[in-house]
C-alpha cells in the first residue's frame, strides 16, 4: 500500500474512534470528504430554514394585538435570525463562504424547510408557528445539541435555549384564544387543522424512505431517526393540545401503549408524502414569494455590505 493510502487509513480510523468515544468533530480535525460534505448540507438547510422562517411570523408584527404581543413577536423573529447567524458561522467553519451559501439557496440548489411555504393567515397561525413549528424544531434540535460535530452541536446547545421560549409563548397564544369568544376558538381550530400535517412533515420523510439517514446516525451527526423524533413530538404536543380543548386533526391517531413515565404514546395516520415532495421541489403555496422576498432583501442589503467591506479594509489598512 503506497505511503498516502496508510495515512489516510489512519486519519480515518482516529476519525472513527472519535466518532465512537463521543469526542467532537472540530474544524480543523481530519474528517472524511463525505462527512464534511453532509454537514455542509444539512448546517446550511439549517440555517436557510431559520433565516426564511423570519418572513411567515415578520407578515404580522404590524397586526399583533397588543403591545405586549408584538414585542414578544419581534424578539422571536429577531433570535430567530440569530439562530440563522450562528449555523451560517458553523457551516462556514467547513471550507465554504457565507456568499457561496446564498448562492445555492437563490438558485434554488440549497433547501429549507418545507413547513415555511404556507401562509399565515391570521394570528391563531402565529400561535400555531410558535407552539407546532418550533414545539417541532426544538425536539429535533434536543438531540442534534449531541451531534458529533463541534460548531453545531454548540450552536444548537444556544438555540434551543431560546427555542423553549418560542414554543411557550405559540402555546400561550393558543391557550388565550381557546380561553376567548367562539370565534377565536374556531381561529384556533382552523390554525392546528392547517399546521399540523406540516409541522410533522419537518422531521422529512419516513426513515426507510430517507437517504441521508444511515450515514447521518453512523457519524453520529443525526442522534435519533425522522420517524422516531416525530413519534416524540407527537407523544408530546397531542396532551397539550387536549389540556386547552384542540382537536388534532386525524382521525386515526390513537393511544397504542404507555412509555416509563406512564404518559400515551401515539400512532397516528398516514402523511401526505406527494403534498410533502410537491412543496420541497418547489411548488408550495408560497415558494416563489418566500424566495423572491429573500433575493429582493439580499440585493437591497448590497450598498450596506459593501460600506462594512470598505470600512474593515480602512480599519485595516490603519
Ligand atoms: N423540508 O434523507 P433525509 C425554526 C429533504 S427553523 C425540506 O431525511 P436528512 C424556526 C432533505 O434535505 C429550524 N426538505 O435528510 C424558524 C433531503 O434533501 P437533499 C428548522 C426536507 O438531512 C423560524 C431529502 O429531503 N429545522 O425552527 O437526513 C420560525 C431527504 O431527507 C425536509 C431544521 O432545519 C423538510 N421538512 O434529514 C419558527 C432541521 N425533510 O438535502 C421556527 C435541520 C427532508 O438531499 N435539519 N428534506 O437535497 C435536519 O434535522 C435534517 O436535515 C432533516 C432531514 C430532519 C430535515
Known amino acids: 500500500m503506497k505511503k498516502a493510502a496508510i495515512d489516510e487509513a489512519q486519519l480515518l480510523k482516529e476519525f472513527e474512534e472519535k466518532i465512537e468515544a463521543e469526542v467532537k468533530i472540530e474544524p480543523r480535525d481530519w474528517m472524511p470528504d463525505a462527512y464534511r460534505e453532509h454537514l455542509i448540507r444539512q448546517i446550511s438547510q439549517h440555517a ?17 394585538p397588543s403591545l405586549r404581543a408584538k414585542k414578544i413577536l419581534l424578539a422571536k423573529i429577531q433570535d430567530e435570525g440569530g439562530h440563522g447567524l450562528y449555523l451560517y458561522s458553523a457551516a462556514e467553519t467547513l471550507g465554504v463562504s457565507r456568499d457561496q451559501f446564498l448562492q445555492w439557496l437563490h438558485e434554488g440548489k440549497a433547501k429549507y424547510s418545507s413547513v415555511f411555504n404556507y401562509p399565515t393567515l391570521n394570528w391563531a397561525d402565529i400561535g400555531a408557528i410558535g407552539w407546532l413549528v418550533d414545539g417541532a424544531a426544538i425536539t429535533n434540535q434536543v438531540s442534534l ?17 431560546e427555542e423553549s421560549f418560542h414554543q411557550r409563548q405559540g402555546y400561550e397564544i393558543m391557550w388565550k384564544m381557546m380561553e376567548g369568544t367562539k370565534d377565536q376558538q374556531r381561529m384556533a381550530q382552523d390554525a392546528i387543522d392547517r399546521w399540523w400535517w406540516p409541522a410533522l412533515m419537518m422531521f422529512g420523510p419516513h426513515d426507510t424512505d430517507s437517504p441521508h439517514t444511515s450515514n447521518a446516525m453512523k457519524w453520529k451527526i443525526k442522534r435519533e431517526s425522522n420517524d422516531r423524533l416525530r413519534e416524540k413530538f407527537i407523544n408530546k404536543t397531542v396532551p397539550q393540545a387536549e389540556l386547552i380543548g ?36 418547489g411548488d408550495g403555496p408560497c415558494n416563489k414569494q418566500r424566495l423572491d422576498h429573500h433575493i429582493n432583501a439580499h440585493e437591497n442589503g448590497k450598498w450596506v455590505r459593501e460600506c462594512a467591506y470598505a470600512y474593515q479594509i480602512k480599519t485595516n489598512n490603519q
Open 145 to 161: 445539541q449531541r451531534t458529533s460535530y463541534g460548531p453545531y452541536s454548540r450552536a444548537m446547545i444556544r438555540i434551543c435555549k
Open 246 to 281: 384542540l382537536k388534532v386533526p386525524d382521525d386515526q391517531l390513537k393511544v397504542v401503549g404507555k412509555d416509563q413515565m406512564g404518559e400515551p404514546m401515539y400512532a397516528h395516520g398516514d402523511i401526505d408524502w406527494d403534498e410533502f415532495w410537491r412543496v420541497v421541489k
Open 48 to 64: 436557510h430554514s431559520e433565516v426564511i422562517g423570519m418572513q411567515p411570523e415578520g407578515n404580522w408584527i404590524t397586526r399583533a
